[in-house]
């Protein structure tokens, strides 16, 4: 929905991706589009709830449960250069304000004795000496880079699904976050289960890697 009509002649379907409205960055053309569109389709229930004028087809986007499972932390740690002592955070995201980047930056540098995975899907780049720097990597280094972790973390105020903290729920990371995403509309039982959901990132850090949680068992339970 971030282009214009292909062909004014033909029936179109429109896939609503990103809930504009919910990050308070309506946009005319994206309207425009699904005015338009004979069709729309969108991957999550709150995104629809967003545009109540239009008639979308929900459509969940799903992940691979067998791919994203937990793994030895030890032999994987050793295997890519990691501490093995060393508590790790891993952020997947783009660096920018919508992935709440700024956020995460922030508790790298608040806790310098925890080792940060920073995986981005474009050419950027962030260095400093906690970090380890990933880009455009294919799915199976990301899931063992989920294993590696102690926790994930990621800082989007908006968010559809929120698919990579799914993946890293399903490896049985636990994650820290706001709330957001289909962890919005889950009980507190079921979100205890998967993580630290608040405001306070940094004192979701801080909480995280002292409680236990069973993430993969309730994703798995949501089907």
Not at 66 to 75: D, G, H, I, Y
Not at 93 to 98: A, K, M, Q, Y
Not at 132 to 138: H, P, V
Not at 182 to 191: E, L, R, T
Request: proline share 3%; with cysteine; charged share 25%.
């Amino acid at each position: 929905s971030f282009i214009n009509r292909i062909d004014n002649t033909k029936p179109t379907i429109a896939f609503l991706q990103d809930d504009l409205r919910a990050m308070g960055k309506t946009s005319t053309q994206q309207d425009t589009v699904l005015k338009f569109a004979q069709q729309i389709v969108t991957n999550s229930f709150q995104t629809a709830l967003s545009y109540p004028e239009f008639d979308c087809e929900v459509i969940p986007v799903g992940v691979d449960e067998k791919l994203f499972r937990p793994k030895n932390k030890k032999m994987l740690r050793e295997k890519y250069g990691f501490s093995t002592k060393k508590k790790i955070g891993i952020f997947v995201g783009s660096l920018n304000s919508v992935k709440g980047w700024p956020e995460v930056k922030a508790c790298i540098k608040k806790f310098p004795t925890i080792d940060w995975i920073v995986v981005t899907k474009h050419k950027e780049f962030y260095s400093a000496k906690n970090v380890f720097m990933y880009s455009r990597i294919d799915q199976k280094l990301l899931s063992d880079l989920y294993s590696c972790a102690d926790f994930f973390i990621i800082g989007s105020k908006v968010e559809t699904q929120c698919l990579a903290a799914v993946e890293a729920c399903l490896c049985n990371t636990p994650v820290v976050m706001h709330n957001v995403g289909i962890f919005k509309d889950f009980d507190n039982v079921d979100k205890n289960m998967c993580g630290i959901f608040t405001d306070d990132l940094e004192s979701g850090v801080k909480r995280v890697t002292k409680k236990t949680f069973n993430a993969r068992k309730m994703i798995i339970n949501k089907r």
